[in-house]
């Protein structure tokens, strides 16, 4: 029998990371610290303050993929060393680029003929993809008014108020003016009729949404098109739409084939899509496809030869990551048009059933579409309760789960709302344990507020004995008080420059 000696056990004590003083030595959070420390106490200090983030597939705020299969992720492990910049060092993960970029053109119906390469590139998100392709339009626009002896400093995008923030954030940086269609309360996506009233010859583009963030909706592209050809024709415009598809783009070619929106409009010039959003991939990657090559100005494109071979470029960011392509290649092939088939239409089958057991309780008004990216998002139809949807928002966070609260874009501000994002690992078990959770929050919100509003109301005949309209006076501030301390984390309307998810 083998007996372990005194020097051995202190080594083994030694060794316990949770026994080093490290555990009780608080780390510097403004300035580099002095000295190293081992890599097993950087290791176990950092991830003990992960723990208390939020676990992300209860994250239903967000669109972006939160879950991949584990061949994938060896896959996107293994390249997450290379910089997909060094074109001529990497030549087969650009050539993987290239393929994804002609799959998902031709996913959206683009003018590329058999074995012609598509025009696209993939970004770091839709909100570079959006940056590029806006300057793409600018750029157009600039040429043909100089090309005509016009002015060309004041051009100006038309698009609803209901856009992500990143189209405020082009429109800030490159100096266009943003025309907003505003909504209202029946309507929440982008009027096309409005929308086309708005176009001048000023104007460099249209963008339409396929999949508004507030509720999933689609917007009208074909009816949008529609009219502004007639307008085209009747002023010699050529005014043309670009389609944010940031989160439907992956949706509809699968579960809405019929749908008409995308390159089979004449005048839908560019398609931006997230590929870490319903395109499956973790968050780092995201397309913009051009119809044709003439609609990407040439002086935008910067060329490198590699390999004897012409590859163009266009980017705001230089260094990037390659696993995402590498995920995102992988997803392709690996699914296939029936693989993302049906993953949709089994996110659109729990986002329906979500719906049903919302609308079954008879409490909440639904405000995504049938037709439109798997959201639900819903409203409470009583406002005279004593709690409203960020409270409900609130209490849903001791189950884990996260569910945004936030009122709806300019001009229907007033419209306070629910949503979960119903993406690829929600599966129908959580479903239903979400709409458990809800009514229990339900509940426990009726039963607090009617034991506070007995308290209240006991205290109020203390007070002011028979004075009833001194007691409503008082009732009114009290629950005024109260509610102003709720609201006081959450703003009255949506700051467009702080966006949503």
Known sequence: MVLATAV??????????????YMQTPLPKFQLPERSIPKDAAYQIINDELMLDGNPRLNLASFVTTWMEPECDKLMMSAINKNYVD???????????????????????????????AVGVATVGSSEAIMLAGLAFKRKWQNKMKANGKPYDKPNLVTGSNVQVCWEKFARYFEVELKEVKLTEDYYVMNPKKAVEMVDENTICVCAILGS????????????????????????????????AASGGFVAPFIYPDLEWDFRLPLVRSINVSGHK???????????????????PEELIFHINYLGADQPTFTLNFSKGASQIIGQYYQLIRLGFEGYKLIMENCRANARYLTEILEKTGRFKILS???????????????SLGHDEYEISDHLRKFGWVVPAYTMAPDAQNVLLLRVVVREDFSRTLAERLAQNIEQVLQE??????????????????ENGNDEVGAKENSKKIHDKRRRGRHARHPDSVDKTKGIC
């Open 8 to 21: 051995e056990a202190d080594d083994a004590v030694l060794s316990c990371m949770f026994a080093s003083r």
């Open 213 to 244: 963030t507030y509720n999933g909706e689609f917007e009208d592209v074909k009816t949008l098109n529609d009219l502004l050809l007639q307008k085209n024709e009747k002023t010699g415009w050529d005014t043309p739409i670009h389609v944010d």
């Open 445 to 462: 919100l009726e039963a607090v507020h009617a034991q506070i509003n007995t308290v209240v109301k006991e205290i109020l005949i203390t």
């Open 369 to 383: 579409k049938d037709v439109g990216v798997p959201v639900v998002a819903f409203s409470l139809k009583d406002k």
């Open 278 to 296: 319903y395109g499956l991939v973790y968050a780092g990657v995201g397309w913009v496809v051009w119809r044709s090559k003439k609609d990407l």
């Open 87 to 117: 074109m001529d060092e990497y030549p087969v993960t650009t050539d993987l680029q290239n393929r994804c970029v002609n799959m998902i053109a031709r996913l959206f119906h683009a003018e590329v003929e058999d074995g012609d390469q």
